[in-house]
Nanobody, 124 residues
Framework: VQLQASGGGLVQAGGSLRLSCAAS????????MGWFRHTPGKEREFVSA????????NYADSVKGRFTISRDNAKNTVYLQMNSLKPEDTAVYYC??????????????????WGQGTQVTVSS
């Protein structure tokens, strides 16, 4: 499984970005997908997760109401729509795949495959 994240960039506070994560593999529709982020000096932080069908989602409290995760199984892609961005959202964002049960939740160790990361910078 290979994951390619994209869509990061520089945005002003209050702005929006949409991250995409394209996955290889014919069984993407079976994968649970997640987004995590990392800032130097801090631990990797869970952002959001979505089940194989899209019927179950989860968000970190810090992004609830601002971020929306979704997926298009026909395009082997998961998205993270980020609205009302704050400077504290600045981080490298990673997508990850859980290929055994279809749900990874907020636990990074559940995900066996990771993308390369995309930088999101929010200026104040």
């Amino acid at each position: 499984v290979q994951l390619q994240a994209s869509g990061g960039g520089l945005v002003q506070a209050g702005g929006s970005l949409r991250l995409s994560c394209a996955a290889s593999g014919r069984t993407f529709s079976n994968y649970g997908m997640g987004w995590f982020r990392h800032t130097p000096g801090k631990e990797r932080e869970f952002v959001s997760a979505i089940s194989w069908s899209g019927g179950r989602t989860n968000y970190a409290d810090s992004v609830k109401g601002r971020f929306t995760i979704s997926r298009d199984n026909a395009k082997n892609t998961v998205y993270l729509q980020m609205n009302s961005l704050k400077p504290e959202d600045t981080a490298v964002y990673y997508c990850a795949a859980e290929v055994d049960t279809g749900w990874g939740g907020d636990r990074a160790f559940e995900y066996g495959y990771w993308g390369q990361g995309t930088q999101v910078t929010v200026s104040s």
